[in-house]
């Protein structure tokens, strides 16, 4: 759909109005200690005029005593009424602010992974961080200083036309030349604001991705390149942030210089209506105090434009990211999981990914997988094994064919049923910023610690577990960076065996491990794969030898089934890469030694 192109501020902004919604008493409670604010301002005028023309002029002690009393209660009321709109509009933008970045992180954590192909991390990051923070602002501050001082405006304009209806109406004719600056500056302040908004996502999603692969860049010794290319990130932000800082200023000193000019010109018009006699002193200095009340909310609302401007385009952002919809729709009728034995079964499956349509993963490919068999899927990288998980998981949906569990497509179960069905460790092993037991009862959140340990046992993880300086309870650290990637692994591995799933589905499983430990985990996986399906992917074709059934996959199809021995002489690819592997292999080392000094608190 083609944009149509920036919309008014307040167009976008109403798009918080389901946010304000649920709080609309505290609302009210603003708006009307906001009127009385204003009101007291407008009373203060009058009192002055009336203590100069009823008070001084006619020289009356008692006159004198009761509007300086007047004075005062108008401030104190003033005063409460300020305190009262500024505590409330404040609660209203905190509040607002976090329901606003719980709605867009509950809606971009249910996003399929097809949606992170095009949209960065980063990018989502600053929406929650540095577009809600510019939202807080104009609703706690800046929406309720611009009501304000337009009611200011209103009734100052009101009460000038009361005081003198003539220099009023030289007032009202310059408001035209001063309207069309604030109307002309300001499409440019919002259009400089929606760019430096997403220079700095930009910034913000490059930082993102290198700081998560530190130990990458500083291996290849790039951390001076980085820098640079953050340097030129930050600088293209900064520019467009000083382009729309030079149009705000330009904007708030024309309005300044046009409303000033306007009202000395028609100050000096009432000096002189004083003294021909048309007009007391005490009406003078009411139309001034009025007409500097009217200039400063002129000037105030100018300022809060420019607030708006930038929440706009913020609002716009967000507003985007909460209309995204995934590719893959959760079923909003679905049928209960079978209970038949019947397995699974890929049929005919065609699919490409969203970011390369062009290039076919799988093509026609099916595939029966009988309740508790163990199958095992190999072929070289890019075959598309890991991508039959990714569909099984419904992380995407296929273009052509359906995928069935237990006899029921899995696009007619809801996700949070057919994901709860299975079990997974990716090659990719997530390790959160936790404690060890955290991240193993991650699996199962009710788990007991002696199930957490029983599911480290089976692991083969126990032992360098009970070897952390608090064991269980050690934290990990971002990323679990503090472990080697074995460990890393096999926390992951006792994640899934926790879980204790009807299907497990195994990438690359023990790819990080040494050859002892692999046999560890390997008899490990290979007791909780029984009585349960189970799907590996292992380019080291040692760990799958003992499989119930090995698929091979090359180029999106499969191209042989069968047992190793037969494999080795029907499938052409399956004997060579048997015979890379198994020809001439040398032992290889692993990291995977505890170093509990990481741990260690350090001594001040």
């Known amino acids: ?126 929406r929650l961080t540095t577009d809600t923070t510019l939202i807080q602002t104009v609703v706690g501050t800046s929406l309720s200083l611009g009501l304000r001082n337009l009611l200011l405006l209103v009734g100052g304009l009101v009460m000038l036309t009361i005081t003198s209806p003539t220099l009023t109406a030289y007032i009202l004719g310059t408001l035209v030349v001063v309207i069309a600056p604030i109307i002309f500056f300001g499409r440019k302040v919002r259009a400089l604001s929606v760019a430096s908004q997403g220079r700095v ?75 021909a006699g048309s007009m007391t002193p005490g009406e003078l200095s009411q139309f001034i105090l009025y007409a500097v009340v009217t200039a400063g909310a002129v000037g105030a609302v100018s300022e809060v434009w420019g607030d708006l401007q930038r929440a706009a385009g913020a609002t716009e952002r967000l507003l985007q990211l909460l209309a995204s919809t995934s ?49 095992a899927l190999v072929g070289p990288s890019g075959a598309g094994k890991t991508t039959l998980f990714q569909l099984l998981l419904r992380f995407y949906d296929p273009q052509q064919g359906h995928i069935t569990l237990n006899g029921v497509k899995i696009s007619a179960l809801s996700l949070a049923d057919l994901r709860s069905h299975i079990g997974v460790v990716l090659q990719e092993t997530v390790i959160f910023s936790g404690s060890v037991a955290d991240n193993i009862r991650y699996g199962r959140p009710d788990a007991t610690d002696a199930e957490v340990r029983r599911a480290s046992e089976m692991a083969a993880a126990v032992e360098f577990i009970d070897a952390l300086p608090e064991g269980f309870n050690t934290y990990l650290g971002e990323r679990g960076v503090r472990l080697s990637g074995g460990q890393r692994q096999r926390i992951a591995i006792a994640r899934a065996i926790l879980k204790n799933p009807p299907v497990l589905l195994l990438d690359e499983a023990t790819s990080a491990l040494d050859a002892a430990s692999e046999r560890l985990v390997q008899q490990a996986l290979d007791n909780a794969s029984q009585d349960r399906t189970t799907l590996v992917i292992a380019h080291r074709l040692a760990t799958v030898q003992q499989a119930d059934r090995i698929v091979v996959v090359d180029q999106g199809r499969i191209v042989a089934q069968g047992r190793h021995e037969e494999l080795l002489i029907s499938s052409p690819l399956y004997a060579r890469l048997a015979r890379l592997q198994f020809a001439d292999r040398a032992p290889g080392a692993d990291e995977d030694v505890v170093d509990a000094s990481v741990f260690a608190t350090p001594e001040n």
Do not use: C
């Open 327 to 375: 590719p893959v729709v959760d079923t909003t009728q679905p049928v209960p999981m079978g209970t038949a034995g019947d397995g699974i079964h890929f049929e005919n499956l065609d699919f490409n990914y969203p970011s390369r349509p062009d290039h076919p993963t799988l093509r026609g490919l099916s595939l029966h997988i009988a309740p508790g068999e163990h199958v």
């Open 1 to 126: 759909m083609a944009d149509a192109g920036p919309r008014a501020p307040t167009v976008s902004l109403f798009a918080l109005v389901p946010f304000l919604r649920p709080y609309r008493k505290r609302g009210m409670l603003a708006f009307l200690a906001l009127v009385v604010a204003a009101v007291s301002t407008l009373l203060l005028p009058v009192a002055f005029g009336r203590l100069i023309d009823h008070g001084f002029a006619a020289g009356n002690r008692d006159h004198i005593d009761t509007y300086f009393l007047a004075l005062f209660v108008v401030s104190v009321v003033l005063a409460a009424a300020t305190a009262g709109r500024f505590y409330l509009v404040s609660w209203l933008g905190e509040r607002v602010t976090a329901d606003l970045r719980q709605a867009v992180y509950e809606h971009t954590v249910r996003m399929s992974p097809a949606f992170f192909e095009t949209t960065r991390t980063g990018e989502v990051l600053s």
């Open 201 to 275: 996502a930009d910034a913000s999603a490059l930082a993102g991705e290198v700081l998560n692969a530190t130990p990458t860049v500083q291996s290849y010794v790039q951390e001076t390149y980085e820098t640079k290319r953050f340097g030129a990130a930050v600088e293209a932000a900064f520019s467009t942030a000083l382009a729309r800082i030079r149009a705000r200023s330009a904007l708030t000193a024309v309005v300044i210089v046009l409303v000033f000019a306007a009202i000395v010109f028609v100050l000096w018009l009432g000096a002189k209506a004083v003294l």
